[in-house]
């Protein structure tokens, strides 16, 4: 549970949820008739398919704008599985208040709203429960596969693979090539030795999402915008500007060290 949450960033990977949990909600209710719902709905002069239609309604609204900040806020921190958790509770629970809400106008005052708002809860967190389980399980199968594609390019001759900040692989190269990769606002941009030449590759992604397949690859955080190889690094000097690090490659750019990272980089060289 304490393990980071890697998912797909953006809005679109998260329309998953804002679809398919009102429609599982819609069917499961209409087909099973879950706590008498059709019982308690046939309020108001209208049929219980229609108040299903209008709980659906709100359950499909309130979930595009609870997503859309998810989405927001998963581009900026770090989310682990029990933060996930407790987000997916906070949506349920959100939910029911809306549910217990539109009850009690249908009822005209003659069901409180805390009177319906127990039932509400249980019909949504017992409904939801199904596809919730289902949605994350399926990311953690992903996540596992991830996490093992990752392992397997462990050793120092393996291939690194980089994927872009929707889980696509987009590049592909020795470990030993990379001179160093540095923060491009939105982009990393990754600079490595090929035929004795010196190229760049921009791959649209973090630095934070590359941290672990970097540092399992042998390079070193030597600043907040910098991954560096050592094996490159001629030598690490100070200047007014702070500490810099000299490459043994001509025509690669001095790049800068932060303090914090200093020791862990000379102990490498």
């Not at 106008?105 to 967190?125: A, D, V």
């Not at 042998?218 to 094996?231: A, E, I, K, Q």
Request: aromatic share 18%; proline share 4%; net charge positive.
């Amino acid at each position: 549970m304490n393990t980071v949450l890697r998912l797909s960033k953006g809005y679109a990977s998260q329309l998953v949820y804002v679809l398919l949990l009102p429609m599982f909600f819609f069917s499961f209710c209409f087909v099973y008739d879950p706590f008498s719902f059709q019982d308690v709905y046939y309020v108001g002069g209208k049929s219980p398919a229609f108040h299903l239609v209008m709980l659906s309604c709100i359950m499909l609204v309130t979930l595009a704008i609870t997503r859309l900040i998810f989405s927001a806020l998963y581009k900026h921190l770090t989310f682990r599985w029990w933060h996930y958790a407790i987000w997916c509770f906070g949506e349920a629970l959100i939910i029911s208040f809306f549910f217990a809400l539109y009850t009690t106008l249908f009822y005209g005052g003659r069901m409180p709203y805390f009177t319906s708002l127990p039932q509400c809860i249980r019909l949504s967190f017992l409904t939801l429960f199904y596809p919730y389980i289902i949605l994350i399980l399926l990311t953690i199968i992903r996540n596992n596969v991830l996490d093992l594609e990752s392992k397997t390019a462990g050793t120092e001759d393996s291939l690194v693979k980089f994927y872009d900040e929707h889980q696509k692989l987009k590049f592909t190269i020795d470990p030993s090539a990379i001179i160093y990769i540095s923060a491009e606002i939105n982009y990393v941009k990754i600079h490595y030795l090929e035929n004795e030449r010196v190229k760049e590759y921009l791959l649209r992604n973090s630095m934070k999402s590359l941290e672990p397949i970097s540092e399992g690859h042998g390079l070193v955080r030597c600043h907040r915008s910098f991954f560096v190889n050592p094996r490159f690094v001629k030598v690490l000097s100070r200047e007014k500007d702070g500490i810099i690090a000299e490459f043994k490659i001509d025509n690669v750019a001095k790049i800068p060290v932060g303090k914090h990272f200093f020791d862990q980089l000379a102990d490498r060289l």
